[in-house]
């Protein structure tokens, strides 16, 4: 069946630093992503989506890349900040309305 | 504008009785998705309504039902509650129509239901 994993549950980075939150999916046919950040007692917050026919995309701070080949998600933030710190998830999205999610990655940025 | 509304945040039942939970999509948003989130099975999908119309079905027991009303405002419903139930519920609402667009789904905060 379809699945989507992330590499690390956890992730802790200096303030200032680049982070980088990997994601492996395995659905071949999957053709849009999405990467959300939850914060406690929140729902998910939609960040950047990208298309298969896409392998790099850019917003403010953060940058998703796709990697078809493998299979291979990721999303890099940019000079981390405190508020950054949050559970984030990647999401396959097969069909309109349903997505597939990975069980999340912890990030905590140290001061 | 004011986000996705869910009510009630907060909900405890016992074993047996049934629930309903309710969602106020963003204004003009058609699409209302519902989610189940658990520290152990994480986000998974529970179903999608578009024009009161449900589009799509994640693999969950038929005591997990949903509808959705001609203004969009969705309700999920279920019955006989066990414990495993026990989940914080989000709801995520979009304006889209075809799945191929931008999907630029918003969640709500959530409810999370607590079944003892």
């Known amino acids: 069946g379809e699945s989507v994993g992330l590499h690390l549950p956890t992730l802790s980075v200096q303030e200032g630093d680049n982070s980088i939150i990997n994601c492996a999916y395995s659905n071949s046919a999957s053709d849009y992503f999405i990467w959300y950040k939850q914060e406690s007692g929140k729902g998910p917050q939609f960040i950047i989506d990208?298309?298969?026919?896409?392998d790099k995309r850019q917003g403010q701070r953060v940058t998703v890349l796709l990697n078809k080949t493998v299979k291979h998600l990721s999303l890099q933030i940019a000079a981390t900040q405190p508020g950054d710190s949050a559970v984030y998830f990647c999401?396959?999205?097969?069909?309109?309305?349903?997505?597939?999610f990975g069980d999340g990655t912890t990030l905590t940025v140290k001061p | 504008k004011a986000g996705v509304t869910q009510t009630p945040r907060y909900l405890i039942k016992t074993r047996g009785q049934q629930v309903t939970l309710s969602c106020s999509p963003i204004s003009g948003h058609r699409s209302v998705s519902w989610y189940q989130q658990t520290p152990g099975q994480g986000l998974q999908f529970l179903f999608e309504?578009?024009?009161?119309?449900?589009?799509n079905k994640g693999n969950f027991p038929g005591r997990f039902s949903g509808r959705q009303f001609s203004n969009s405002r969705s309700e999920m419903n279920v019955s006989t509650l066990e414990l495993g139930d026990s989940a914080l519920y989000l709801c995520a609402s979009s304006l889209v129509s075809d799945p191929w667009d931008s999907i630029g789904y918003t969640f709500g905060s959530g409810t999370r239901l607590t079944v003892v």
């Open positions: 990208i298309r298969s026919n896409m």
């Open positions: 999401a396959e999205t097969p069909g309109v309305g349903k997505s597939t």
């Open positions: 309504y578009f024009s009161e119309t449900q589009r």
